[in-house]
């Protein structure tokens, strides 16, 4: 069973910048379109970014400009550069495989980052 682990989320202030990486136990991003996915408080897992295989992106809109998703097939692990954070951006942050894939692993604990004065 592939485990994904969430890190480098955290208390910043607006403006701010973070930097999130997800850690896979297996050998699987190099056959998989990888993405980060949030929860706010109350509201649905929503998309975040994704990175193809072959290192092309996609992002929501509301990452569009501020959000930079990456990959490194050879320590498995996906990261997601995160600046000019806002308020709105609080929420838990997870890792998984991309919307549309068959395939989904158990998601992680998540990392949480909080924006806020």
């Known amino acids: 069973q592939v485990q994904l682990v969430e890190s480098g989320g955290g208390l910043v202030q607006p403006g701010g910048s973070l930097r999130l990486a997800c850690a896979a136990s297996g050998s699987i991003f190099n056959s998989n379109n990888m993405a980060w996915y949030r929860q706010a408080p109350g509201k649905q897992r929503e998309y975040v970014a994704l990175?193809?295989?072959?290192?092309?992106?996609d992002y929501a809109h509301f990452a569009k400009g501020r959000f930079t998703i990456s990959r490194d097939n050879a320590k498995n692990t996906v990261n997601l550069q995160m600046n000019s954070l806002k308020p709105e951006d609080t929420a838990v942050y997870y890792c998984?495989?991309?919307?549309?894939?068959?395939?989904?692993?158990?998601w992680g604990q998540g990392a949480q980052v909080t924006v806020s004065s």
């Open positions: 998984n495989t991309s919307p549309a894939s068959a395939i989904k692993f158990r």
């Open positions: 990175v193809s295989g072959l290192g092309s992106t």
